[in-house]
């Protein structure tokens, strides 16, 4: 810590914030800024900050959860949650990750193992902000001007340069995220050959924490992920241009799936649990960060609604 006080470089006012801090020290004030605005019965909350100059350490004291994190696959990745059990979990999250976008916070790394249980395992809440980043926009359009607050404008977060980094965890990262970073060219067997997209990087959004919350549910509900590869280059390729699928059965307690392509029941309730769980999955799971479902759409499509989307409604609300 005593490193990262000192100030070595040159300072302008058109330096950059995260170049007048350091990189750490930006990256542990900026979680500290997010956190102090956050209070919400899914999101952990920061209750004290200690800066022990003496020892050269910053403490972050959190609301302690005692369910801890959320275990759902056994060693041979079979799952480990019902389905109603999942379906509980996930109306947690998606509360949370609801107040978060409405206070213009990007999550970035939702994901089972960021999802803590309390104690009595009630709630689950929604943990780790050190790859978060603040949006100014998306706060400001959630919010509307007049309700913008003195925090909203803190410095600290309102330098966006992280948003044109790729952070969280490569399983979980959205398409948008990864189309312009490298993949291994799979023609090469003993050389590595790199390539590097041209196209315009498509804008990191809060859909990219819809994308790892629909992840996320698929892993609840199978054990396994819908992506998955050797290493790290790979995953970014198979999740840019791969399709997944479904297992037969969900959950502990095995209940059918029907598979992945299935015909729309004609009358509405008539649908199964099976079809409503990959309805939801293939709007989270939508490559084009454009079509991909909102958390609004999640919470309140009708089933009567014009658009095909009733399975939505039906298993978010069973």
């Given at each position: 810590?005593?490193?990262?006080?000192?100030?070595?470089?040159?300072?302008?006012?058109?330096?950059?914030l995260?170049?007048?801090?350091g990189?750490?020290?930006?990256k542990?004030?900026k979680?500290?800024?997010?956190?102090k605005?956050?209070?919400?019965p899914?999101?952990?909350?920061l209750?004290?900050?200690?800066?022990?100059?003496?020892?050269?350490?910053?403490?972050?004291?959190?609301e302690?959860?005692?369910?801890g994190?959320?275990?759902?696959?056994t060693?041979?990745?079979?799952?480990l949650?019902?389905v109603?059990?999942?379906?509980?979990?996930?109306?947690?999250?998606?509360?949370?990750?609801?107040?978060?976008?409405?206070?213009?916070?990007?999550?970035?790394?939702?994901?089972?193992?960021?999802?803590?249980?309390?104690?009595?395992?009630?709630t689950?809440?929604?943990?780790?902000?050190?790859v978060?980043?603040f949006?100014y926009a998306q706060r400001l359009?959630?919010?509307?001007?007049?309700n913008?607050k003195?925090?909203?404008?803190?410095?600290?977060?309102m330098?966006?340069?992280?948003l044109s980094?790729?952070?969280?965890?490569p399983?979980?990262?959205?398409?948008?995220?990864?189309?312009?970073?490298?993949?291994?060219?799979?023609?090469?067997?003993?050389?590595?050959?790199?390539?590097?997209?041209?196209?315009?990087?498509?804008p990191?959004?809060?859909?990219i924490?819809i994308?790892a919350?629909?992840?996320?549910?698929?892993?609840?509900?199978?054990?396994?992920?819908?992506f998955?590869?050797k290493?790290?280059?790979?995953?970014?390729?198979?999740?840019?241009?791969?399709?997944?699928?479904?297992?037969d059965t969900?959950?502990?307690?095995?209940l059918p799936?029907?598979?992945?392509h299935?015909?729309?029941?004609?009358?509405p309730?008539e649908e199964?649990?099976?079809?409503?769980?990959?309805?939801?999955?293939?709007?989270?799971?939508e490559?084009?960060?454009?079509?991909?479902?909102?958390?609004?759409?999640?919470?309140f499509?009708?089933p009567?609604?014009?658009?095909?989307?009733?399975?939505?409604?039906?298993?978010?609300?069973t």
């Open positions: 810590m005593s490193k990262l006080r000192k100030r070595n470089l040159p300072r302008s006012s058109n330096t950059p995260v170049d007048q801090l990189s750490t020290e930006h542990i004030r979680e500290i800024a997010i956190m605005k956050l209070s919400h899914h999101i952990v909350r209750l004290e900050v200690i800066d022990d100059r003496q020892n050269d350490k910053i403490y972050m004291v959190m302690y959860l005692g369910g994190e959320i275990k759902w696959r060693k041979s990745d079979n799952p949650l019902r109603d059990q999942t379906r509980r979990i996930c109306r947690d999250v998606i509360l949370g990750l609801e107040y978060l976008h409405y206070q213009g916070i990007i999550h970035r790394d939702i994901k089972p193992a960021n999802l803590l249980w309390t104690a009595d395992r009630r689950v809440k929604i943990s780790d902000f050190g978060s980043t949006s359009a959630a919010a509307g001007k007049g913008i003195e925090d909203d404008t803190d410095p600290i977060l330098d966006e340069s992280d980094k790729t952070a969280g965890t399983m979980f990262l959205a398409p948008e995220i990864i189309s312009d970073a490298t993949t291994l060219d799979a023609a090469s067997s003993s050389v590595l050959s790199l390539h590097t997209s041209a196209r315009k990087k498509p990191i959004t809060k859909a924490d994308w919350f629909g992840v996320t549910l698929y892993g609840l509900l199978f054990g396994i992920l819908p998955n590869a290493n790290e280059f790979e995953i970014y390729r198979v999740i840019r241009t791969q399709d997944w699928d479904v297992p969900m959950g502990l307690d095995q799936t029907g598979g992945r299935q015909r729309r029941p004609r009358r309730g199964t649990e099976g079809y409503l769980v990959i309805d939801l999955l293939e709007r989270l799971l490559k084009d960060s454009r079509k991909r479902i909102t958390l609004e759409e999640v919470k499509m009708s009567s609604s014009d658009v095909p989307a009733s399975g939505i409604h039906g298993f978010y609300e």
